[in-house]
């Protein structure tokens, strides 16, 4: 029977944004706009990194596993919005559906934890300057990153398998622009009482987690600063973490925007933070650490001469 369920429904229907027929294509250009921008953007900050012997350090080798990741994660998302608004035509098939869940879910988690990691390379880097080249070797940012990388992958593979388990009838509408994980659950047939048990478990370990080490190190960060407090301190703190606690706070307040408005009714608030969350923060890393990092700003200027 539960083959049955599972086959009966082949594809589902994604309503995409909340608009009136006549503003298709006004969105349709201005999302395709966003889109190319940040795959321009961050594909020039790994450009940049690659090409520029300066920019070979812990924190910028992170920052272009972070781009590659914003580049990544818009893609799982954007790329069907664009096609289904172009088309006319919301389906997706079953199994092109589930994949859209892991990707996603694999993605926000590498996001989630390399932040994290670039949050303990500014804490080495202003609290104990002088064993930075010996704490942060090559050999640790290779795990720290490979950890990032095959923890994300078991929490998407987790969540994935189990909604691979449960059923669908006979609903197959999805209010929303892709296939969220929360939205498949509500229409499953099934008892997703272990879906929402793993969520709960697992997501502290890939999102409060994260989010408590960032505090902790930019806690210390503070305190050293206080300790000796200097204008040239404060100046070169702000210069080394600034444009990381601008990407921090834009990523993790739309994050909680997505949080606040899926707990209540309203779906049309819920996919406007999901916009927000997909498709506008990884648009604006790039601008963010070009125009508030100065190695950024001057390796562009000698990319260009």
Known sequence: MRRENQSSVSQFLLLGLPMQPEQQCVYFA????????????????ILLIRLDPRLHTPMYFFLSHLALMDVSFSSVTVPKMLMNMHTQDLSIPYAGCVTQTYFFIFFACCDNLILAVMAYDRYVAICHPLHYTIIMREELCLCLL????LLSGATALTHTLLLAQLSFCAENIIPHFFCD???????????????????FTLGPAVAIFPLCGILVSYGHIGLSILRVPSTKGICRALSTCGSHLSVVSL?????????????????????????????????????????RNRDMTLALGRLFR
Do not use: R
């Open 30 to 45: 201005l999302f395709l706009g966003m889109y190319l921008t940040t795959v321009l953007g961050n594909l020039l900050i």
């Open 146 to 149: 490979a950890g990032s990388w």
């Open 181 to 199: 994980l929360a939205a498949l659950l509500k229409l499953s047939c099934s008892d997703t009482s272990l879906n929402e048990l793993v969520i």
């Open 251 to 291: 990523f993790y307040g739309t994050s909680m925007a997505v949080y606040l408005s899926s707990s209540g009714q309203s779906h049309d608030k819920d996919i406007i933070a999901s916009v927000m969350y997909t498709v506008v923060t990884p648009l604006m890393n790039p601008f963010i650490y070009s125009l």
